[in-house]
């Protein structure tokens, strides 16, 4: 889709009142360097409503939307408040911490098809423990430039904890839980190197 402003995006949908958000749950925990996954592994799957029906949005341009996935400071939105506005949203987005690689990877885009869209490959490069609320939330955007004349509410994902990775091999081996459960999750020398 072309993201520039167009006659049929300033047109507006119709007083519809459109919402994007997760249909899926974030499987947990979340370690640094693993991918971020929907409970049992299953894919991520996104959706773009009519809040007034709870109808997904198929037609139009806003069906077929640019989206960018960022991520949000755990503490936002506590009050489960849904009518925030696109500036206090873009005020709790997270950046890495200086220094430090991206804090996100992957698939930071996705766009959608008849409404529908699946995250691709995600991965958390620090932890989330030095910031306020010591957790972290996934969110969606509309992309820049991206039928800006229309009004699309952001998604958020309930809050989590983004642990590093050492932790986890540490739980593992401590735990004495099968040293093969570790060398699946991660392959590291630590648990290559352990035997029960």
Known sequence: MEC???????????????????RSRLSLPLFTGGKVEGEQGAAIHIVLIDGNTGHVVTSGPESSVKLDVIVLEGDFNNEDDDNWTQEEFESHVVKEREGKRPLLTGDLQVTLKEGVGTLGELIFTDNSSWIRSRKFRLGLKVASGCCEDIRIREAKTDAFTVKDHRGECKSIIRT???????????????????SV
């Not at 520039?4 to 997760?22: A, M, T, V, Y």
């Open 4 to 22: 520039r402003s167009s006659p049929k995006c300033i047109e507006g949908p119709g007083g519809r009142n459109l919402q994007l958000q997760f």
């Open 176 to 194: 004495r839980t099968s040293y093969f459960i570790c060398v699946h999750v991660c392959n590291c020398s630590t648990c290559l190197s352990y």
